[in-house]
């Protein structure tokens, strides 16, 4: 696939620290982690039993992945108060979507059963949602083997940030951590 430049990248590809410090699944680092690092990570929002983490490389602009605490890869390991939480934070997460961001539609969905799914982490399931709009598929894909983001992934987080601040239950407790829902 062809590259367009997208300068405000050299900022997460010269963050301090990166990622260097997780050991083992970076998921889980994230669930469990240092709250006070959720800006520098891209966690935008947290629940009890899962969190939403914007997409290092989206799709499209506000591209997130919903993903519950439990490290699994199957989704039919989730108990019941666990897929019942990773479903309301799913549906914040569309809200928050539509008023950051006022996407026309949406594609949700897991990758599922190993790379063979075409998922880049396949032992921690996470359920992307992409926000589309009308006319956003153009010819750059076709074409040429190339995407075109419209917003930088720090953009987005700002917006997402403010649309879950503002939503019913969401406790705001530091500008670096994610919105927090009981």
């Not at 629940?47 to 499209?60: G, I, K, Q």
Request: one cysteine or more.
């Amino acid at each position: 696939m062809d590259q367009v430049f997208a300068p405000w990248r050299i900022e997460w590809v010269e963050r301090e620290g990166g990622n260097d410090d997780v050991d083992g699944c970076v998921f889980c680092a994230f669930a469990e982690g240092d709250r006070d690092r959720d800006r520098e990570r891209r966690v935008v929002a947290r629940s009890p039993h899962a969190f939403v983490l914007l997409n290092n490389y989206p799709y499209n602009p506000g591209h997130a992945m919903v993903i519950p605490h439990a490290h699994t890869g199957d989704y039919r390991d989730l108990d019941d108060e666990v897929l019942l939480d990773h479903a309301r934070l799913k549906q914040r997460t569309f809200d928050a979507l539509d008023d950051g961001l006022g996407p026309d539609a949406y594609n949700a969905g897991l990758n599922l059963g190993g790379s063979a799914a075409g998922g880049s982490i396949d032992d921690h399931l996470h359920t992307h949602v992409v926000p589309r709009w009308e006319g956003d598929t153009n010819f750059m894909p076709v074409v040429s083997d190339t995407q075109v983001i419209v917003e930088a992934v720090d953009d987005s987080y700002d917006r997402l940030r403010e649309a879950f601040a503002a939503q019913d239950g969401a406790e705001v407790s530091g500008e670096d951590r994610a919105v927090e829902f009981s």
